[in-house]
């Protein structure tokens, strides 16, 4: 069989190049640094279920040194740093991953959003807010958004939350029609501050707008009118307030008996006001109700009957004001109403508490049984320390 010297000619570059290849690549290198590397990575999330952070840490950063490309690892890493407040370390991990171009679509908007959390909890608002705003359209969208939305209220921009709540809404995330109601109750006091009287009422317009049977908006109105000396026209926007929310009325009660009493309306006011007591009793509306009725024995009457239905310290020193106004002397039965209120309210400080964990308890204990502490409970009652 004859030799052809040509094939000798072509093989001895590819053996040159195979051999060349060889020299440079070390498998049994590449075998280690694969054995090594996911040993450093189940390491580091040993030491990071048994709460050992920094040893946590330092394990994955040997993992990410043995295989740079894994974007797994790197996430891991800049979690942990945020969680430990190390927010600069944490957001150089991000960036480091957002400048490598071979980066899919997916893990690169991961990386925006891990950078944008970074941001916000070093408290870089402006820089958060553009992180934030660059993951808009994404699978972060609706995360992106409500951070947008809680970044605002936090700075007080709250046309910048009006305009993020309107856009959560269109996108189906559910109702915000209450908080941008108390966005723009917000704005209707900044412009008062500042004496824009034309746009405070305008942002109450929009804040009854957005949420006609928000109780927040009416309260406001009716403490602006009044501030205008336009108590009747207080006095109606406060008996929508009645009739839409009787529990949030207590906030104005006292303003409501002044504006009564300011335009002649005491006898219709303190009807409404009764009517709601018997249903939902308070101390606010019991002192309202005082103020509006003349007569000293149907106010203890009616403070003995909110004592009884709310034993309440509040309850008991209005039924003292109403003897002492009157100079009759206490009834026994009163008596024995306000002692028990006053006993019941001085348990609460006839406790001991642990100052180590702060467990309470009605005795003493030389041993704290819930850590478990010695000497760890002074002598004295809470009351007295």
């Known amino acids: 069989m004859d030799f052809d010297i040509q094939w000798l000619l072509l093989g001895l570059p590819v053996a040159f190049a195979l051999g060349w290849l060889a020299s440079r690549f070390d498998f049994r290198q590449l075998k280690r640094e694969q054995r090594d590397a996911p040993k450093a990575y189940f390491k580091g999330l ?33 979690n ?22 071979d980066l899919p679509r997916a893990e690169r908007d991961r990386a925006q959003h891990g950078l944008a959390q970074d941001f916000m909890q070093a408290g870089l608002f402006d820089r958060a807010e553009t992180a934030w705003r660059a993951l808009e359209g994404t699978a972060y969208d609706t995360d992106a958004r409500l951070a947008l939305l809680t970044l605002h209220e936090r700075s007080r921009d709250w046309r910048a939350a009006v305009d993020d709540a309107l ?22 006091l900044e412009a008062d501050a500042k004496q ?17 049977q928000a109780a927040r908006p009416m309260v406001m109105a009716g403490r602006r009118l009044v501030r205008q000396g336009r108590h009747a026209e207080a006095l109606e926007v406060w008996n929508e307030l009645l009739a839409t929310h009787p529990s949030s009325f207590n906030l104005i009660a006292g303003d409501y008996a002044s504006s009564a009493i ?42 003995r009957r909110q004592l009884s239905l709310l034993p309440t310290l509040s309850a008991a020193q209005a039924m003292l004001h109403e003897y002492q106004a009157s100079a009759v002397p206490l009834l026994p039965a009163d008596l024995e109403a306000v002692n028990e209120v006053i006993g019941r309210a001085a348990r609460a400080g006839q406790r001991y508490r642990c100052a180590a964990c702060g467990f309470e308890a009605q005795h003493h204990y030389w041993q704290c049984p819930g850590c478990l502490g010695w000497d760890t409970y002074p002598p004295q009652r809470l009351e007295e320390l």
């Open 262 to 303: 300011a335009c002649s309306a005491q006898d219709a006011a303190r009807l409404r006001l009764v009517a709601l007591h018997h249903k939902k009793p308070s101390i606010d509306l019991l002192n309202a109700i005082g103020a509006l009725d003349a007569d000293p024995a149907s106010r203890r009457d009616r403070t």
């Open 167 to 188: 856009k959560l809404e269109r996108g189906s995330t559910g109702s915000y029609a209450s908080r941008i109601a108390h966005y723009w109750c917000e704005l209707a």
């Open 196 to 212: 824009q009287t034309a746009d405070a009422d305008e942002a109450l317009r929009r804040a009854h707008d957005a949420a006609p």
């Open 80 to 101: 942990l740093f945020r969680r430990r407040g190390e927010y600069e370390r944490a957001v150089r991990v991000h960036q480091h991953l957002l400048n490598r171009a």
């Open 46 to 78: 040993n030491l990071l279920l048994n709460e050992q952070h920094d040893k946590a840490i330092d394990a994955f950063i040997e993992a990410v040194q043995q295989d740079p490309d894994t974007s797994d690892l790197h996430f891991a890493l800049g």
